[in-house]
């Protein structure tokens, strides 16, 4: 597998912000691509640290081993309608109302 | 002051209110009170919710009189971190994004909260989403550290422990997934701990890194740690990931801590978590208490972890990557904030951006955006992936460690609490407060933090120990004979020397 080099490199540009931001659907003011570019820059240069140290070791997603669980198939009360729609922004006919779901023009 | 009932311990209050000398609404009302005199100065809390602990109490009290007391800390208030859902209360995790929220479920930890009859006096401030390490990031303001108003009370848990140094609470939950208990404890001069990873229900906690999120007690004392771990521990059908096992003693090995005697318990120090970066004085008050230890009867030595160096840069790959798949449920859409775009189409695509832009306070974004970087393509092997390997030799660390000794011991934290504003434009000399407390999330080991004295300029220090993964109760017995030995030195607990805060 191909993988970009890391470290000394300067790799987040504020184009980068910006093109990440947008997939972490998080609008940035130009201001903020700006700050967060230099300070993602040096937290990645120190962090990238971990891939020269990592070696070939298996990786670890959880802290302690165990194993998948299914509960029993038991009907148990789940939250009222009213109380699942009482915080949404929005809501109509029992249901969220959100915005157009689709983008195009 | 000094039959002022704010001052003893949870225990003690617990047993007068047992023994029938206090009322629960007595209790709750004398810590209301104390929250409306120092309140101005500290802003420990988000939201006081007096009349629902009055009304808890109440309940309590009439529970008593028919003789039923439900639980060793019945009666007894206690303030929860606000990033824990309470049912009917506002829950806003810090963050603008929930200004508002009541959320329509408790946590299992509330419920056992309520189970157990300790009325909830409030939600207390922490970091945006428990992001930080100083109380800072706060969409509510900041929290001061009561030993000077001028300081970082530590984060994210901030206020619980702000509220419980200050005698607001004699009890608090906190939320620990790098240091968020520990920390805040080791800044304040009180005691906090981080459970086994699984030992204590994440459900209806917001989650920020789900593999390393753990809740646990803040309090004064060690024994009460004990008490309130018990009430909150145990197996939750709820939580996918909560070990189906009932919990070690944890009370009893407190008591048996609090006899003093430590012989044949093997301690090992933290080569690494050591020297370079610690402030001298609280290098200092580790030494003395590792003396008072020794003079118990363990038998000390040094072990090396030497994978500890790495354990920062692997956690701030894993945190914010998790983070930023946990939070993409905020999105406009069904519960929170919704703000729409200033122009263009109003899609559900650019309402959840707008919304996110407007809601997210500055380190949020931050970390969204760094963990969306780490797993994006052509990264993920070598970022997410490699931290995950780390994640491994930081395990076979503590695992080779513990063949050797019951315990790991090391300062909580390598300061004192900073100023105001310090580190706040330094983003990674802020995440440096977590090196010492790191590793115990990412192997999903317990930890606890109780104040080991004051540092040269007056501040309290902290200091860790840490366990295997479900021996806790080694946590309370050591923890408790250090406490012991401490206070028999300075003659009371360190809260004691703390100044006294103006009162309304």
């Known amino acids: 597998m191909k993988q970009r080099k890391l470290v000394g490199m300067s790799t987040i540009s504020e184009d980068e912000v910006a093109r990440v931001a947008a997939l972490a659907r998080i609008d940035l003011r130009p201001d903020e691509i700006t700050r967060l570019a230099g300070e993602l820059d040096v937290i990645v240069e120190s962090v990238a640290q971990v891939s020269a140290v990592a070696g070939d070791a298996p990786a670890t997603s959880h802290p302690l081993p165990i194993s998948n669980v299914f509960r029993a198939d038991e009907p148990a009360p789940a939250l009222p309608v009213a109380a699942a729609l009482g915080a949404a922004p929005q809501a109509e006919d029992g249901r969220f109302a959100v915005p157009q779901i689709l983008g195009e023009e | ?504």
Not at chain 2, 62 to 84: C, F, H, T
Not at chain 2, 244 to 251: A, F, T
Not at chain 2, 383 to 393: E, F, I, M, N
Request: charged residues 20%; proline residues 6%; hydrophobic residues 40%.
């Open chain 2, 1 to 504: 002051m000094t039959s002022d009932v704010t001052r003893l311990s949870a225990a003690e209050q617990a047993k007068l209110f047992a023994s029938g000398e206090v009322s629960s609404v007595e209790l709750v009302t004398a810590h209301l009170d104390r929250i409306e005199a120092v309140e101005p100065q500290l802003n420990a809390f988000i939201h006081v919710s007096a009349e629902v602990a009055l009304e808890q109490a109440r309940q309590v009290d009439a529970q008593r009189a028919q003789g039923e007391i439900s639980s060793p800390l019945a009666g007894v208030p206690i303030a929860v971190k606000d990033i824990v859902v309470t049912k009917d209360v506002v829950t806003t995790a810090a963050s603008k994004i929930l200004e508002g929220w009541v959320p329509p479920y408790d946590a299992t930890i509330v419920e056992k909260i309520k189970a157990a009859g300790l009325p909830i006096l409030g939600k207390t401030n922490l970091d945006e989403f428990a992001m930080g390490s100083s109380t800072e990031h706060s969409a509510y303001g900041n929290t001061a550290n009561p030993w000077d108003l001028e300081r970082i009370p530590g984060g994210s848990g901030g206020g619980s422990a702000a509220a419980v140094a200050a005698f607001e609470a004699p009890l608090a939950i906190g939320t620990d997934t790098g240091g968020s208990i520990r920390q805040p404890a080791a800044v304040t001069g009180s005691v906090g701990v981080k459970p086994t990873y699984g030992g204590v229900s994440r459900y209806g906690l917001i989650a920020m890194a789900s593999s390393l999120d753990q809740a646990g007690p803040v309090t004064r004392t060690v024994l009460d740690s004990a008490l309130l771990h018990e009430i909150i521990g145990g197996y939750d059908p709820h939580d996918s990931t909560s070990i189906n096992e009932p919990l070690p003693s944890l009370v009893a090995a407190a008591q048996q801590g609090a006899t003093g005697d430590l012989t044949g318990v093997r301690i090992g120090v933290v080569r690494e978590l050591s020297g370079e970066g610690y402030q001298v004085g609280v290098s200092k008050s580790f030494e003395e208490s590792l003396d008072l230890l020794r003079a118990a009867g363990a038998e000390i030595t040094e072990v090396s972890c030497p994978h500890f160096p790495s354990a920062l840069s692997a956690y701030y790959l894993i945190m914010p990557s998790e983070a930023s798949s946990n939070l993409a449920k905020f999105d406009g859409m069904r519960f929170g904030l919704r703000v729409e775009p200033e122009d263009g189409p109003v899609t559900a695509e650019r309402v959840m951006s707008a919304t996110r832009g407007a809601g997210f306070g500055d380190e949020v974004k931050r970390r969204i955006i760094l963990g969306t970087y780490a797993l994006s393509a052509g990264y993920y092997d070598a970022y997410y992936g490699s931290a995950q390997k780390v994640r491994t030799l930081i395990q076979r660390d503590f695992t080779a460690a513990f063949e050797n000794v019951d315990v790991l011991v090391s300062p909580t934290a390598p300061t004192t609490a900073f100023k105001f504003g310090e580190k706040l434009d330094d983003p990674l000399a802020m995440y440096l407060n977590d090196v010492a407390t790191i590793p115990a999330n990412l192997a999903g080991v317990p930890g606890i933090s109780l104040p080991s004295g004051l540092s040269d300029d007056g501040l309290p220090v902290g200091f860790q120990i840490l366990a295997p993964a479900k021996a806790d109760d080694r946590l309370y017995r050591v923890g408790a004979a250090l406490e012991k030995a401490l206070e028999n030195k300075w003659g009371g607990p360190l809260l004691s020397q703390a100044p006294e805060l103006e009162v309304k």
